[in-house]
């Protein structure tokens, strides 16, 4: 039995996110069970440098808020703990003032 060629992802133009990338598709790839994936290589992995620059400060910009809420989700949690638990605040001060 001949095998079908790999599917291939082809960008268009060299330029940069001018086009989207068209993915073909074998017939036989359909019948050889879907779930399985097909094995592959990343060669290249070409983004310019101001572009990924640009996604790590706004993940960083997205971040500040979400550790924010953390640390409110936090507070409150303990708060609530102390509250449930009183010995909890002794502890505290043992721990945190034992020489």
Partial sequence: MERA?????????????????????????AANGGGNGIPATVRAFN????????FFM????????????LGAILWFLGSGLEALFPQLVK???LIGFQS
Avoid: E, T, W
């Fill in 58 to 69: 706004k993940a960083v910009l997205a971040a500040i808020p979400a550790l924010l809420l």
């Fill in 91 to 93: 502890m505290k001060i």
């Fill in 47 to 54: 983004v310019p440098f101001i572009h990924l620059a640009m």
């Fill in 5 to 29: 060629a790999a599917p291939s992802l082809s960008a268009g133009d060299d330029d940069y996110g001018r086009q989207q990338p068209r993915i073909y598709r074998s017939a036989d790839d």
